[in-house]
């Protein structure tokens, strides 16, 4: 029985960078909202947690704009193990199950299985339809030098994890 392991790194596209100048006036609105919180004074619509978080990805759009690197794709990976006719493959981070679902139905072995969180979470990675919607798996999807990835994420997951099944 043939037996395959492999990694596949590859990247995830999202947002493109703000101009320096609204990178800026966003990290300098987080910062005030978050010294409110911590004031305990309320702002509507945004907890400690959120406002921490919305301050972490502001100050990574400025630094990426600061340092000129290229951010304009979320490194990540596939796992695959393979083992006879059967296929386990799996990502770091909390995927759509119908990113899954795109890959095991277009699998070139007999069984394939979907495993997520593989050594690791890089967030959610939700369905581009889901975009719309908003909601928390939208905020909280994976993110780059404080930019989200982009509904065209799901199409580059899917290639690229047929790909290294292929």
């Not at 406002?51 to 290229?70: F, G, K, N, T, V």
């Not at 007999?110 to 690791?120: I, P, Q, R, S, Y």
């Not at 889901?130 to 905020?139: K, P």
């Amino acid at each position: 029985v043939r037996l395959v392991s492999l990694r596949h790194e590859f990247g995830l596209p999202v947002e493109a960078l703000p101009p320096a100048d609204e990178a800026k006036a966003a990290l300098e609105d987080a910062e005030e909202k978050l010294a409110a919180i911590e004031a305990g004074e309320p702002v509507q619509g945004l907890s400690e947690w959120h406002a921490r978080r919305r301050l972490r990805h502001a100050q990574a759009r400025m630094d990426a704009i600061e340092s000129d690197e290229d951010v304009s794709a979320r490194p990540t990976f596939v796992q695959v193990l393979a083992l006879g006719d059967i296929a386990l493959f799996g990502w770091p981070g909390e995927v759509f199950y119908e990113i899954g679902w795109q890959v095991i139905e277009r699998s070139p072995f007999a069984v394939t299985l979907d495993v997520t969180h593989v050594n690791g979470s890089i967030g959610y990675v939700p369905i581009a339809s889901a975009y719309a919607e908003g909601g928390y798996e939208i905020t909280a999807r994976a993110h780059h030098q404080g930019l989200g990835i982009v509904p065209e994420a799901e199409r580059v997951l899917v290639a690229e994890t047929l790909g290294a099944l292929a």
